[in-house]
């Protein structure tokens, strides 16, 4: 410290002056100020002197401690093989035995030629790694998340609500790209998830030595080969499971790094392969936490290593089990699986001779088969085709869907007409009757619904509201033939002396009310309180008036299984397009519902909020109030009421629903937003009771109720 230099500066001036007056005689001094020049100079030096010890010391001192404290390289790779780091049982995780995989997959510096990638890989079923090969797509240069959230804000996808995998399934929902942007890089979200938006697939480019005729040219209008997209984005920190893919597949980083380990297809057996689930192709593993002890084979896997960079392809054969991991940060890929036409039909008979699940037989076949196979271009076109994107490539995907045209596939069912036509319709039904439309404006909730994105509105004479519909319907920005409406008429109430002039006249009745040319949809409201031929005789009305157009499709509501039938296969000459029933976890018919998917017939639901229990049989609403409704609601970070709408739709089930509130309207729009697990949905399925059980568990009287 500076004090203790000044305190030994003092004793060292002491010291000298008296050494130098007690030790030098008169006769040895011959120059006064020579002799106090070097007392200066001996002062100084001795000054410094205790800061060079400490320097000197401090120096020593630290080589020292380098070398008993540190123990082991910085990449520990260095120090232990794989198999030696696997079996010490110190790493629990995956991905933290990437480090240790020294063997890289092969890569090359941009991509490869069509006849190459053909020729030394697809054919020899290798990997290999193109660096740069995606550095001029259009979506490795532009999308960003600003961009992104500009372009396809309201696309929707399926989103993982865990980075991590794990040995049971994933909550996945759907969700809108705007609202995942808006939140993944705070949120366990992971995206994965393919699309057929004509916007998405316009920047999505497909390379050249891909782009070919036994992948992407036509055969009757239909796509040759099977080939799948996929688009990734999260935040990164992801674990994927330990699995193969069923076909083959590029991988193109658009941003981030993702680190793959990857192994032989014989090297299966090690990885406990006939202890796989889901198709066979996803391990038991769990990849973020095991005990090693239990998988020793893990670590006499012969792994490669490749380190998939932005602008980077990674060729992935089918049947190369693989781990892949993003380090935290921005991750967005775009992946895509295929096969050759009639090479893949090569492929699939070698599955068919060996059984699945049998993979102790099953794998040297297919080690061997890769070597013996025929050249793909000898059994299938390998002919270049012009460059294009993923749009003008797939035949199913060329059309674009504006928000002022015919409801897009995605997000329809299509319902049989006569004839042999077939006519989409929304996944999604506004209903404007009962307790809805008793307590507001039906014309101001319908118009509203319609330009929130509604397409189809259920409407009835019974309901007291088709004027105020019809207007809406009139008065909303979408063109009429992109609004699909639907009413139904009571059969009881009319004269049963002459019921084809009596429907005939109903028919009439609601076309005036709603001031539309033709109805879409038109249903006997109270079929099963009618005789087989009061039905039979309505039914053939309704034919007549498909005949004239001014309905386009008919079908039954609230009928019974012995009704159905009857008009299906004794009367029908214009298909039954449509049914209309209650439709709730706790109480639905079954033997209808399985008669309609079963032969094409659109069911719709009502009531599947449970609405119309407590609205018609005096109770607590037993859907809403429902433990595990409410469970999974919390889970899912949505409302019961989306948990049951989405049941019915993942069903193949169109629910219709009422609210009268804008809020609910829009957040009911997006339902399928939640996508259900299968082990929630057959947890939803057992909820079916008996009335008397519904009592039972669901017997809290509601009070006022009408």
Known sequence: SSGINAEYGEFLNYYTNYYYKSNLSMADVKDEKKANRRSRVLRSVSFFMPALLGLIIYYLNSLYLDTIIVEEPS??????????????????????????????????????????????????????????AAKDWPAHKRWTDEYLQDKFYDMTFYVDLRKHHSTDHAVRTKMKLGKFLSNYKKKDWYLDSMTTDARFLDETHVPQYLNISGIFETKDGTQSAPFFHNFY????????????????????????????????????????????????????????????????????????????????????????????????????????????????????GFDDDVHLRNHTAKVPLWVEHVKTRPHPCNVTSCKALPPGNLRTLLPDHKETYSRDSDVPPAHSSLMELAGDRKVRIPTIC????????????????????????????????????????????????????????????????LKVDDVTAEVTNSIELSLNNLGLDYIDILLIHDTAENSLETVSAAWRAMEAAVSSGKVRAIGLSNTDIETLRHIFYNVATVPVSTVQNLYAPIEFDKEVVAFCAARGIIFMGFGVTGAVHALWKNMANPVTESPLIKKLAELYHTSPHIIAFNWAAQNNVVPIIRSTSLGHMRDNLDYADVYLTPAHMQQINQMVLSEEEIRDVYGEIVQGAE
């Open 430 to 493: 506004y209903g404007t009757g009962l307790p809805a439309a008793s307590i507001t404006n039906p014309y101001l909730n319908t118009k509203a619904a319609l330009n929130m994105g509604y397409k189809l509105i259920d409407t009835a004479q019974h309901y007291g509201n088709e004027r105020e519909v019809g207007a809406a319907v009139r008065d909303c920005k979408w063109i009429r033939k992109s609004v699909i409406v639907m009413t139904k008429f009571e059969l009881a109430l």
């Open 233 to 348: 984005l999260s935040g990164g920190d992801t674990n994927s499971p330990l699995h193969y893919d069923g076909y083959d597949n590029l991988l193109t980083s658009l941003d981030g790094t993702k680190e793959w380990i990857i192994a032989e297809p014989e090297d299966v057996l090690k990885l406990q392969i006939d202890e796989w689930i889901d198709h066979a192709n996803l391990s038991p593993l769990n990849v973020t936490n095991f005990n090693v002890s239990n998988h020793l084979g893990l670590c006499d896997v012969r792994w490669r290593r490749a380190i998939v960079t932005a602008g980077d392809t990674l060729f992935i054969p089918t049947r190369w089990p693989h781990h892949v991991y993003s380090p935290p940060s921005r991750n967005m890929a775009i992946g895509m699986w295929f096969y050759l036409d009639d090479y893949m039909d090569l492929i699939k």
């Open 75 to 132: 990449t520990p790779s260095q120090q232990l093989s794989y198999r030696e780091a696997c079996l010490s049982g110190k790493y629990s995780s995956l991905k933290d035995l990437h480090p240790f995989v020294t063997e890289y997959i092969e890569e090359v510096q941009g991509a490869l030629t069509k006849d190459r990638f053909i020729d030394d890989y697809l054919w020899r079923g290798k990997p290999v790694m193109m660096r740069g």
